[in-house]
Nanobody, 122 residues
Framework: QLQLVQSGGGLVRPGHSLRLSCAASGDSFATKYVGWFRQSPGKEREFVAYVSSTGLSTSYSNFVGGRFSVARDNAKNTVFLQMNSLKPEDTAIYYC???????????????WGQGTQVTVSS
């Protein structure tokens, strides 16, 4: 089982950027897909992006629209979600999670980070 610790959330103005980090402890991290999800009050948790174990393959939800990018540094057991051109509707708690497969279904993810709040407001 992996432990995932997230950092990097906060309050930003519309149009600005944030980078979220997800640091893992455990030897098997480099073999896992890592996904990012988010959840707003009153809404279902939704898929944001994932990155393959090697970092060579990524996938994004349609709402990202080229604004976010996901990358990983396996030497540091860390995955990053760079979020640019943030909008108020991006306000949510963001979670990272690991999976053994390429999937957008949160039920296929095994280990989860604690979540980090992102608030986009002027």
């Amino acid at each position: 089982q992996l432990q995932l610790v997230q950092s990097g959330g906060g309050l930003v103005r519309p149009g600005h950027s944030l980078r979220l980090s997800c640091a893992a402890s455990g030897d098997s991290f480099a073999t896992k897909y890592v996904g990012w999800f988010r959840q707003s009050p009153g809404k279902e948790r939704e898929f944001v992006a994932y990155v393959s174990s090697t970092g060579l393959s990524t996938s994004y939800s349609n709402f990202v629209g080229g604004r976010f990018s996901v990358a990983r540094d396996n030497a540091k057991n860390t995955v990053f979600l760079q979020m640019n051109s943030l909008k108020p509707e991006d306000t949510a708690i963001y979670y990272c999670a690991t999976s053994n497969e390429a999937t957008v279904d949160s039920s296929d993810y095994i280990d989860w980070g604690q979540g980090t709040q992102v608030t986009v407001s002027s």
